[in-house]
T-cell receptor, first 112, second 114 residues
């Protein structure tokens, strides 16, 4: 079945640091890929998406490139801010499936 | 526009009790979903409804039932709660099932089963 792996449970950069949050996926189909963000006490919300290989999703200075050759969709930002602190979930949706498959999430806590 | 609303926000049940979690959306979306979120495991799909009148099992349906009451409302029922069902439950909706449609999530219901 489909799976999404996020290797870091938590990352603790300082404000102004660059960021990479890893996401790898396994599927036999041609998925769409997503990053969702969740703030405390709220449900997840869509952060960015890429619908096919070599697409790049962008939002609020974050980027993620859909890399089919390495089955990855890493989330990157050049300079993080305290307000970026949240839990970030990588997710995929296969063409043949009906709902999202989520990774386990990465808590981003930006230090002032 | 309230988006996706869920009631209650918090609930404590004893083992064996039953309850229904309510979800409603005001975006005229066709598809609705129930997920559970457990620490270190992300969100897992319990049931979904592609359109009014249809429901299907997701990844973890055991111990749950759902009803798509109308286009707006999608409820999740626990007939006999177990401690393993302690979790945060999220309802979501989207225009359709394809990956092109964004899913909108409610604020969640935090359920504890003792």
């Amino acid at each position: 079945g489909d799976s999404v792996v996020q290797t870091e449970g938590q990352v603790l950069p300082s404000e102004g640091d660059s960021l990479i949050v890893n996401c790898s996926y396994e599927t036999t189909q041609y998925p769409s890929l997503f990053w969702y963000v969740q703030y405390p006490g709220e449900g997840p919300q869509l952060h960015l998406k890429a619908m096919k290989a070599n697409d790049k999703g962008r939002n609020k200075g974050f980027e993620a490139m859909y890399r089919k050759e390495t089955t990855s969709f890493h989330l990157e930002k050049d300079s993080v801010q305290e307000s970026d602190s949240a839990v970030y979930f990588c997710a995929l949706m296969d063409t043949g499936r009906r709902a999202l498959t989520f990774g386990s999430g990465t808590r981003l806590q930006v230090q002032p | 526009n309230a988006g996706v609303t869920q009631t209650p926000k918090f609930q404590v049940l004893k083992t064996g009790q039953s309850m229904t979690l309510q979800c409603a959306q005001d975006m005229n979306h066709n598809s609705m979903y129930w997920y559970r979120q457990d620490p270190g495991m992300g969100l897992r799909l319990i049931y979904y409804s592609a359109s009014e009148g249809t429901t299907d099992k997701g990844e973890v349906p055991n111990g749950y039932n759902v009803s798509r009451l109308n286009k707006r409302e999608f409820s999740l029922r626990l007939e006999s709660a177990a401690p393993s069902q302690t979790s945060v439950y999220f309802c979501a909706s989207s225009e359709g099932l394809a990956g092109a449609y964004e899913q909108y999530f409610g604020p969640g219901t935090r359920l504890t089963v003792t």
